[in-house]
T-cell receptor
Framework: NAGVMQNPRHLVRRRGQEARLRCSPM?????VYWYRQLPEEGLKFMVY????????ESGMPKERFSAEFPKEGPSILRIQQVVRGDSAAYFC?????????????FGPGTRLTVL | KNQVEQSPQSLIILEGKNCTLQ??????????LRWYKQDTGRGPVSLTI?????NTKSNGRYTATLDADTKQSSLHITASQLSDSASYIC???????????FGAGTRLTVKP
């Protein structure tokens, strides 16, 4: 059973371009979470999705950021018109259920650099 | 102010020595507390989870303690190995399923 996969692992964009980050959850997991980690800071929750539905997007900026988890295919975190402040590591996690004690399994992250 | 504070921010120890990392939190109501290990360039991996009624949990050379009254937790690493070099992150979950608060982590370096 492959772990959570994220691609690309590294992404470089110029200001104003779009960034698309992909996350394939573990097999059998229908819950996906996206987190952002700034240098020297802890992970910050962004959005929680369950197949085709956004359950909680309270941590996601209202503008330029969007996320989806279609019925088929990976979850996508999309950042439009990137700015330098978007440079960070973006981690995706998945879980089979959504109970409070259910473990979230993290992917290796995508490191976004905005020039 | 972050609701999960970890100390020290960084720590250097010699291989074979023990160490203890601290986590203080203010998240309330409390559901559970996890310690994660994050290797450089990798995603976090869960080490232990403790609920309100548990005050200690072991995973090999890692032992976590929890005092829910004082809202403090510690992670003790015994007989450290070079591979223990990583960031250790304390994550506290509130009563809401999505209410996970991450500490900034303690960066541990084990030297030969």
């Amino acid at each position: 059973n492959a772990g959570v996969m994220q691609n690309p692992r590294h992404l470089v964009r110029r200001r104003g371009q779009e960034a698309r980050l992909r996350c394939s959850p573990m097999k059998g997991h229908s819950h996906v979470y996206w987190y952002r980690q700034l240098p020297e800071e802890g992970l910050k929750f962004m959005v929680y999705l369950q197949k085709e539905n956004i359950i909680d997007e309270s941590g996601m900026p209202k503008e330029r950021f969007s996320a989806e988890f279609p019925k088929e295919g990976p979850s996508i975190l999309r950042i439009q018109q990137v700015v330098r402040g978007d440079s960070a590591a973006y981690f995706c996690a998945s879980s089979p259920l959504a109970g409070t004690t259910d473990t979230q399994y993290f992917g290796p992250g995508t490191r976004l650099t905005v020039l | 102010k972050n609701q999960v504070e970890q100390s020290p921010q960084s720590l250097i120890i010699l291989e074979g020595k023990n160490c203890t990392l601290q986590c203080n939190y203010t998240v309330s109501p409390f559901s559970n507390l996890r310690w994660y290990k994050q290797d450089t360039g990798r995603g976090p991996v869960s080490l232990t989870i403790m609920t309100f009624s548990e005050n200690t949990k072991s995973n090999g050379r890692y032992t976590a303690t929890l005092d829910a009254d004082t809202k403090q937790s510690s992670l003790h690493i015994t007989a450290s190995q070079l591979s223990d070099s990583a960031s250790y992150i304390c994550v506290v979950r509130g009563s809401d399923n999505n209410d996970m608060r991450f500490g900034a982590g303690t960066r541990l370096t084990v030297k030969p």
